[in-house]
């Protein structure tokens, strides 16, 4: 393998992608055209680049829809974290909306998206283009050194992660709250893996129910692909703290390519069981093609028939 990158260079890679990205959306947006996601998503992948490593494996037309990517977090412990990243980008207009259900205004688009991710083992999360801080305005990050001409922790959100269960819970199927919800509870991708960002799960619902490793992870501070796979996690089980459904005590058995061998079944009113559909993407090991990446060797069409590209960040 390539020397592994630190957590510090990652996020710096990071910054200058969502520094790049910025700058084409400010041209597009001056010029009073659109900014797309298929575009924004190879700017991201290749200003960070070399940090970042991929392989595409079809060049679909430019349009409105994202294309799915299968990413790869792998740490020098040699433990990895994989999610399928679906493109969706922010429409600001006499109402915000995400396309989550485009183009037939069904679920079709995201149960094939579900449907995917599940065979590839790993968990669905959208990658949100939500335009600069002036797109968004008036809307803010709402801390108290926010700053209307120039703002970091709005500026960050530009590129972002949602984990795909999340997008339709705060009010269902094109609803006009998805997109607020959506910004709300969204990750900016540049500290997915700051070292200084570290996630807390320590009022989860069904803590009293895990011990060992899965409990270390849920209350110790992590770093490396458990660090990725926390912050996700952190997201979707402050939700369902918020949920008043009675958690369930039953357990369900993972498989052997997982780090975690149980998880609670508890499915709240997310509609599946959070912690397995997460942390599902956390392995043992990367999987084989994985190493095909980055070796700049062939990804088996089981793969690469699935996704449009696979990426691999070096932890």
């Not at 960070?48 to 037309?61: I, N």
């Not at 990517?69 to 109402?95: C, H, I, P, T, Y």
């Not at 893996?193 to 989860?204: I, K, N, T």
Request: proline share 4%; with cysteine.
């Amino acid at each position: 393998m390539d020397e592994i990158e630190s957590g510090e260079d990652v996020v710096a890679a990071f910054r200058a992608a969502r520094l790049a990205a910025e700058e084409h959306m400010i041209a597009m947006d001056d010029a009073g055209s659109t900014w797309h996601e298929t575009t924004i998503t190879g700017i991201v992948l290749q200003h960070a680049h070399p940090t970042v490593k991929f392989v595409d494996f079809s060049q679909r037309q430019e349009g409105t829809t994202g294309a799915d990517w299968l990413w790869w977090w792998v740490d020098e412990s040699g433990e990895a974290f994989g999610m399928l990243v679906q493109a969706k980008r922010l429409k600001v207009g006499s109402r915000w909306t995400i396309d989550f259900s485009y183009p037939d205004g069904t679920s079709a688009q995201r149960d094939k998206l579900f449907a995917s991710a599940r065979e590839l083992g790993v968990p669905p999360v959208y990658g949100l283009y939500l335009g600069t801080q002036a797109y968004r305005a008036p809307v803010t990050c709402g801390r108290a050194d926010h700053d209307d001409s120039d703002c970091l922790a709005c500026r960050m959100a530009t590129v972002s992660l949602l984990p795909a269960i999340l997008a339709t819970v705060g009010g269902g199927m094109n609803s006009d709250n998805d997109a607020i919800w959506a910004v709300e509870h969204a990750i900016p991708f540049e500290t997915l893996v700051d070292p200084a960002e570290q996630p807390d799960c320590a009022y989860d619902r069904n803590l009293a129910l895990v011990d060992g490793e899965l409990r270390d992870l849920l209350l110790a501070n992590q770093h490396g692909a458990r660090h990725v796979a926390k912050a996700l996690f952190e997201r979707v089980s402050s939700v369902r703290a918020m949920q008043f459904s009675a958690a369930s005590e039953l357990m369900i058995e993972g498989d052997s390519e997982q780090l975690f061998d149980r998880y609670p079944s508890d499915r709240g009113h997310l509609g599946v069981a959070y912690f397995e559909h997460i942390l599902r993407g956390l392995r043992t090991a990367a999987p084989a093609y994985v190493l095909d990446v980055l070796a700049d060797q062939s990804v088996p069409p089981s793969v690469a028939d699935l996704v449009e590209g696979v990426v691999v960040v070096q932890l």
